[in-house]
């Protein structure tokens, strides 16, 4: 399959190996393709390609949005509305704002009526939005091994034949899904980006994962 990677950050770039891993055709977005980590990144991950967010859209079969949170709106307006249509589109993204954390605990731009996922979807309605890969660190996005077994990658969505792809994608990557429901399912799920960060701020403990327990 096509993928197209809408963000050069950590994240974008470690899915698109990941993808690139798994036998998939990969373009890597960015405003600025000669940026340093870009060019390194397209040097080690042949034959990924990298391009413009506009030539990444049309490009992929399936994007991902990997864009900072504040940005992203704007990122699918400049890559082109249309070329999400019909798209299964993952959604990694988090509304962080650029304020410092409180004792550990991030500030969003949305509510809890009101999460980034359900503004995106609203941006472009014919894309087939899945929240994933948003509550974990880039480190565990692929394969992660932790002694617990398999973590539970949390996703919602409005369009079952997507979540259904990502969640075959997600068991590729090493990870057990657990479907929350349409859009707004996004309220809770992103938030979980908050919750996982705690520990890391406040006593450096980076390394670990959500699972759901179950009877
Ligand atoms: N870091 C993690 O481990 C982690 C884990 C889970 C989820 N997330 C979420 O994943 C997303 C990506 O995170 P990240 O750490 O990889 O990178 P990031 O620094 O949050 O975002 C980098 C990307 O955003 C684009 N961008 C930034 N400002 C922009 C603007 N004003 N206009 C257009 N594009 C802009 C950059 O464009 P250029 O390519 O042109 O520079 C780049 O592609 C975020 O929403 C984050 O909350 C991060």
Redo the contacts with the bound molecule.
Sequence with gaps: MKVGI????????VLATAFISEGHEVML????IS?TE?VKWQKANEPGRTGS?ADTAKFGELLVL???????E??IR?AGVEHFANKVVID???P?TAAPPTNGVLKFFTTLDDSLMERLQRLAPRAKFVKA???????F?YKPSFRDGKPTMFICGNDDGAKKAVADILTAFGWETEDMGKAEGARAIEPL?ILWCIPGFIRNQWSHAFKLLKM
């Design positions: 809408l963000g050069s950050g950590i994240v974008g770039r977005g960015t405003r600025n940026k870009v967010f990997a864009t900072a949170g504040s940005a992203s704007e990122v400049i990694a993204t988090n962080i890969f948003n509550s974990v660190g880039n480190d996005m980006c």
